[in-house]
């Protein structure tokens, strides 16, 4: 029995007997037709030949001193190692695609010239029919030939090379001959023949002949020799037959500049989540862009290629056009030459065929469901409302020249909103700096700076990093918690009848406390679960005492609470550093903070000023609290700094 490692040698060994076959040496009329025959006696397919020419051959003239193409062959070993040791690698099957052989049948010629009569028997193809001798002669006798060398008609009919082979005479009368004449038409770029058929005792008229005549009339250039060929052996008379056409120029394609953004503004682009929902609210209808990033660029003008007549004549073509970059407002050129790139963040937009990146993102009326939620990278400004459930968030100021509903905004400057935000309980309101607003109500509000309000602030939940400041005719801070770490400035602050809670702060960073407040809750749900676990493990380690072991599911809940009391114990530790550090944040503050009332304050308001707390329980009239040596004191009251009364762009507190 064979193994495998016996049978793999015999292979390579019959790979190198096959690698050692002999060359063989062909001799055909064109080099093709040698490969073609090379590749049929060694058995191979003609991509695995290589060939060396040995003699090159001659088309002749009119028929004579044709010369046949000598090569010699040979199969490339590495091709026939790689191909044959993947064969077997895959079990023998070859994996590249046999070519598509069309069915062809093979074709008789008949040629009259001045030597006599020539024949020519073309090969058949794939399933194709060949030529039989009784067709060859057919041919001949049809065309009146005489003296036919029958004995060469059948090596012409078995070996079919598609040459013209002499095998007869015919009684030539030069007046029969065949007669083209060129034409050229259509400002020369066109050239056609006319051939009138040839009489019983006339010669045809053959390729190299056709080529002749052609350039005896300055059609050099465009022909179409294949075609020509074939029409030398299968003529059509007595009609004009394009064989040439010239090429026109091809002028230069202008520059032109490739755009990265949407260039039609009217075109809303919906996204589509994963689970297959719409919102349409996402419209994506401002096309942001940052400071640096490439807008367009422009591809240069291409050079033109010259076109040349059938006569040769050339054809001069015009090169494109370099057309100027189109640069608008905030925008440059970059170091490339061809680049368009933004100068700042902002929305671009094409505008009179020139790129701008504009800071400045106007709505004309509501934020609803026409603009969708907006978002941009620079300063936005509405003239309407922000409606319910939409948000706007902007890189620079938001400026709402009406109302904020149930909605969200987020800057990273200033918000301003000249009318007032009604949150109804879920509007939220995020600055990087000072909120300016008529009123607030029912909202949630975070500001960097400040939150200045001319009217009121009722049931909201309000932070700033330094003051809040409420100051107008009607400038009633009513429910809801304020927390500011310098100061918190009202004509009234709280109600005459009750109602609402009012808490007001000071005196600490609204984040950091809340951070703080946040690390306090976790610390005591910590502490408890950690009694509870050490509850636990002092009755399971009772129980191994007391029987010096323990079932084996209640060893390992006394492991597994083991591990969890040492997790509980490192996350309590951290919690611990972290509210230390933030309660010397909080102490080294030198804020002293204060609350005032320039009208009154109404008993149940309740006061924060860093660690001191104070319920209100009687009415005071312009007073100022204050913390001194630990304690909430009650003074004169002082007015807000004159720098709070103005607001940007001239807005007014009052």
């Known amino acids: ?174 007046a029969d001959d065949a007669f083209v004449s060129v034409l050229i038409s259509d400002q020369e770029m066109k050239a056609a023949i006319h051939v009138n058929p040839p009489g019983l005792a006339g010669c045809d008229i053959s390729f190299d002949t056709f080529m002749s005549v052609l350039r005896a009339n300055n059609v050099v250039y465009g022909i179409d020799t294949e075609f020509l060929r074939q029409f030398a052996d299968k003529p059509i008379y007595k009609e004009n037959v394009q064989v040439a056409e010239g090429s026109p120029p091809v002028h230069g394609r202008d520059s032109y500049l490739r755009y990265n953004f949407e260039i039609d503004q009217n075109r809303v682009h919906i996204r589509e989540a994963v689970d297959g929902r719409v919102d349409f609210k996402e419209l994506n209808i401002i096309q942001n862009v940052v400071e640096g990033q490439p807008l367009a660029k422009k591809i240069l003008p291409e050079k033109g290629t010259a076109g040349r007549t059938v006569t040769g004549k050339p054809l001069p073509a015009k090169s494109g056009k370099d057309l100027p970059l189109p640069l608008g407002n905030n925008v440059r050129i970059a170091n490339d030459g061809v680049t368009v790139i933004a100068d700042m963040n902002g929305q671009v937009v094409l505008t009179s065929g020139k790129i701008h990146v504009d800071p400045i993102y106007v709505v004309p009326g509501n934020v609803d469901i026409k603009t969708g939620n907006i978002i941009f990278l620079g300063n936005v400004i509405i003239n309407g409302n922000v409606e319910d459930g939409f948000s706007v968030k902007a890189a620079g100021n938001i400026e709402v020249n009406g109302t904020v509903e149930k909605a969200e905004l987020d800057a990273e400057g200033d918000i301003i909103v000249h009318q007032g935000i009604t949150g109804k309980s879920t509007g939220k309101i995020k600055t990087g700096r000072s909120l300016w607003a008529r009123f607030i109500e029912n909202a949630t509000v975070e500001a960097g700076n400040m939150v200045v309000v001319s009217d009121g602030i009722i049931n909201s939940q309000v932070d700033a990093d330094k003051r809040i400041i409420c100051q107008g005719k009607r400038a009633h801070i009513v429910g809801g918690r304020l927390r500011a770490t310098e100061e918190i400035n009202a004509k009234i602050i709280g109600s005459p009848t009750g109602g609402s809670e009012t808490i007001c702060e000071v005196g ?13 809750s976790r610390r005591d749900f910590l502490e408890k679960e950690l009694e509870e676990i050490q509850l ?37 530790r951290q919690v611990n550093e972290e509210v230390e550090k933030l309660q010397q944040f909080l102490h080294g503050l030198r804020n002293r903070g204060k609350i005032s009332a320039s009208a009154r304050v109404y008993p149940g308001v309740k006061i924060t000023i860093r660690d001191a707390k104070e319920d209100v329980r009687s009415e005071y009239r312009a007073v100022t609290f204050i913390l001194e040596d630990g304690l909430i004191r009650v003074t004169q009251y002082e007015e807000p700094d004159q720098v709070v009364r103005e607001g940007p762009h001239g807005y007014s507190a009052h």
């Open 508 to 520: 600490f960073d609204p984040k950091s406390k809340e951070q703080m407040d946040k690390y306090f």
């Open 1 to 174: 029995m064979v193994d495998f490692v016996r049978f793999r040698q015999i292979i390579r060994e019959q790979l190198d007997q096959d690698k050692a076959i002999h060359s063989v040496d062909v001799e055909e009329a064109t080099v093709e037709a040698a490969v073609i025959e090379a590749a049929a006696l060694l058995d191979v397919p003609v991509r695995r030949l290589e060939y060396e020419i040995i003699e090159r051959g001659f088309s002749g003239f009119f028929g004579t001193g044709r010369k046949n193409w000598k090569i010699r062959a040979y199969v490339r070993p590495e091709v026939l190692e790689e191909e044959d040791e993947a064969a077997f690698e895959s079990g023998g099957e070859e994996e590249y695609e046999e070519p598509v052989i069309e069915n062809r049948d093979g074709e008789v010629f008949v040629h009259f010239d001045t030597s006599g009569a020539l024949l020519k028997v073309t090969p058949s193809q794939g399933k194709g029919k060949r030529v039989t001798e009784s067709q060859a002669f057919k041919a001949l006798t049809a065309r009146k030939v005489t003296d036919i060398d029958g004995q060469l008609v059948g090596t012409v009919v078995k070996q079919a090379r598609g040459e013209y082979v002499l095998v007869g005479q015919f009684a030539h009368n030069p």
């Open 536 to 572: 636990n493990l002092q009755t399971l380690i009772a129980l191994k005492k007391q029987h010096q072991s323990l079932p084996e599911d209640k060893e390992a809940y006394l492991q597994e609470l083991m591990d969890e009391r040492q997790e509980l114990t490192e996350e309590l």
